[in-house]
Nanobody, 112 residues
Framework: QDHVVESGGGSVQAGGSLRLSCAGS????????MNWDRQAPGKERESVAG???????TYSDAVKGRFVISLDPSADTVYLQMNNLKPEDTGMYFC??????WGPGTQVTVSS
């Protein structure tokens, strides 16, 4: 079954940056449509960013202006550049492409 793997998480101080990667297996088709979600401890999972078959990027209000999706179609990998990170961005970040289930996630921790 096609799958994705997230990477790039880590621990940073507030104001710092991280770049997450979502790498798809052979037929994941991340280049076509995908989503990023996150879940903070004790909170519900929320949608962060994504794009559909029209290619239009969408971002939640919480991250708009700070996070940017980019794409490497040749590697079927999608990146989430996260700038000006805040403690409330802390959580597990998951990605899903059109042909896959959600990946195992990568942890992001932002300290104040």
């Amino acid at each position: 079954q096609d799958h994705v793997v997230e990477s790039g998480g880590g621990s940073v101080q507030a104001g710092g940056s991280l770049r997450l990667s979502c790498a798809g297996s052979q037929y994941a088709r991340c280049w076509y449509s995908m989503n990023w979600d996150r879940q903070a401890p004790g909170k519900e999972r929320e949608s962060v960013a994504g794009f559909g078959d029209d290619g239009m990027r969408t971002y939640s209000d919480a991250v708009k202006g700070r996070f940017v999706i980019s794409l490497d179609p040749s590697a079927d990998t999608v990146y989430l550049q996260m700038n000006n990170l805040k403690p409330e961005d802390t959580g597990m970040y998951f990605c899903k492409c059109i042909s896959t289930n959600w990946g195992p996630g990568t942890q992001v921790t932002v300290s104040s």
